[in-house]
């Protein structure tokens, strides 16, 4: 009998005919969102799961899913796993790095340009028929080239963003728990700054870091206060690196210029005083959304989930202790 899985949603068609040449899937290409319960009842009776970023996989849910022995999230992050319960339980658990590098980068660029030329603001107004003619001072934004980016988080999404700064002649600064050796700061042409510093020097700061308990409210009232008033902010990393609730205060307050983001505590319930700003540039989670970084995330993600119900070690082990 072929191990039995479950696709929490949708994805590619031949993803499922690679998954169907080894298990007995069970698929959600109707793709509503399992919420937990729901989830824990389907996950019940499986071997394996490829999931997304709102599959919260947690003691709960594998309290109620005993043949559990791996979950593959199509994704970078992997914040939806408590990875010490799928330890203790002995279930494997993979994520997708790599791939999603340079889509997550452009994306993080398209934010920092339409941030700072108010791009989606004048669209907006010219949408609505508010263009009466050419003004010197319409719409006025800020420079991008030559302007100091301040990246905080200088993984491989962040060299990837650095090394596109080089285009716009930008002075890049970076903020890691530790500076990276000499070479990589070559390549990224990036000066390591303490957080509090470079958040003070940059006109433009943007997260590049994943979220946990260290990272909750890394942003926060305190740190925006440190930034310049022309600065903006841009976040294509997870909700909850930033205090949503703090940033909005900012923005209307003047005391953060503009925000990009892509990501929200809470998402998609985005806090609604977002949507009453202008000086914010809104995207709904969709920085690795192209077709062809999309593909190359569910494929591995699957292949993954076939390593590990095979026996093998899956290429992409969040928790090697469960093979040790
Ligand atoms: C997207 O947010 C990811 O983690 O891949």
């Known amino acids: 009998m072929k191990p039995k899985v479950l696709v929490t949603r949708e994805v590619f068609d031949d993803v499922l005919e690679y998954l169907r040449g080894y298990f007995d899937v069970t698929s959600n290409q109707a793709d509503a969102p399992f919420d937990p319960g729901e989830l824990a009842r389907r996950l019940a009776d499986q071997d394996g799961a490829v999931t997304v970023l709102t599959d919260r996989i947690d ?44 889509a997550t980068a452009d994306f993080t660029w398209s934010l920092i340009l339409a941030t700072a030329r108010r791009l989606t603001e004048a669209e907006a107004w010219l949408r609505a028929g508010e263009w009466r003619g050419w003004k010197l001072k319409q719409f006025l934004g800020v420079d991008v080239h030559h302007a100091t980016l301040g990246i905080v988080g200088l993984g491989r999404i962040g060299q990837a963003v650095a090394r596109r700064a080089r285009g716009f002649d930008m002075n890049v600064l970076y903020h890691n728990r530790t500076p990276l050796a000499p070479e990589v700061e070559r390549a990224c042409n990036a000066t390591y700054a303490g957080l509090d510093e470079l958040l003070s020097r940059a006109d433009i700061v943007t997260l590049h870091v994943p979220y946990g308990p260290a990272s909750h409210h890394l942003i926060d009232g305190a740190r925006l206060a440190r930034m310049k008033p022309t600065a903006i902010l841009i976040n294509a990393a997870r909700g909850g690196v930033v205090d949503d609730a703090a940033l909005i205060a900012a923005l209307k307050e003047g005391r953060v210029a503009a925000a990009g983001l892509d990501v929200f505590e809470g998402e998609p319930a985005l806090n609604p005083e977002f949507l009453a700003l202008e000086n914010v540039v809104l995207a709904p989670h969709i920085a690795s959304a192209t077709t062809g970084t999309r593909r190359n995330m569910a494929m591995p993600a699957a292949k993954n989930l076939v390593a590990a119900l095979s026996g093998e070690r899956p290429p992409n082990l969040l928790n090697p202790e469960v093979i040790k």
């Not at 339980?89 to 994520?95: D, I, K, L």
């Open 59 to 102: 003691a709960a849910l594998l309290s109620r899913c005993p043949r559990l022995r791996a979950v593959c999230n199509i994704a970078v992050g992997y914040n939806n796993f408590d990875l010490k319960a799928l330890s203790a339980r002995g279930v494997m658990a993979t994520n997708t790095p790599g791939v999603l590098d340079d």
